[in-house]
């Protein structure tokens, strides 16, 4: 089994529950994968979290595609905070970042449900009209799965202590 590091100041470290409702609430996040010549690459993604997996969409060639089929293992980052305090001459952040296997959905029921899940987080009260278009464009679309194998949120200490007060 992978050994991750651990955050050095486990004070501002946040809770695994913390850190699923943060996937849960937000709506977008940055993947990273190891790119071409080893230099990382990143791309902003909307995504949707459900049972300890995160899924995007993409189209079926690509860059970030290339690079998930010469090595799996990725980084997915999500800012839930980031208030600016110029005064205090920093930031109020809240953040997570995951860590797992990605790989694309080949089983079609598999790669629907997904899909469906991750349009429902996007247009919750429009059910026939995302369907219509997962219909319209599923044989176009490739959707990713990223397994987490290991999830840390960190918070700035301004807002741990603001919970301590």
């Known amino acids: 089994m992978t050994r991750f590091r651990e955050m050095r100041r486990k004070n501002q470290l946040?809770?695994?529950?913390?850190?699923?409702?943060?996937?849960?609430?937000?709506?977008?996040?940055v993947l990273a994968v190891v790119g071409d010549n080893d230099y990382p690459y990143t791309v902003p993604l909307s995504y949707v979290y459900h049972d300890d997996k995160i899924f995007f969409h993409s189209a079926r060639t690509g860059y970030k595609l290339d690079a998930i089929a010469r090595n799996d293992k990725?980084?997915?980052?999500?800012?839930?905070?980031?208030?600016?305090?110029?005064?205090?001459y920093t930031t109020y952040f809240r953040s997570i970042v995951v860590f797992g296997r990605a790989r694309v959905l080949e089983n079609e029921m598999?790669?629907?449900?997904?899909?469906?899940?991750?349009?429902a987080k996007y247009s919750p009260n429009h059910e026939q009209g995302r369907l219509q278009e997962i219909d319209k464009l599923f044989q176009y679309v490739c959707i990713i799965e990223l397994a987490i194998e290991h999830m840390t949120g960190k918070e700035a200490i301004e807002l741990v202590r603001m919970r301590c007060e």
């Open 110 to 119: 598999e790669k629907r449900d997904a899909l469906e899940k991750l349009a």
């Open 14 to 29: 946040l809770s695994l529950e913390e850190c699923k409702a943060i996937l849960h609430a937000r709506s977008s996040g």
């Open 74 to 88: 990725v980084s997915f980052c999500v800012i839930d905070q980031d208030d600016v305090i110029p005064q205090e």
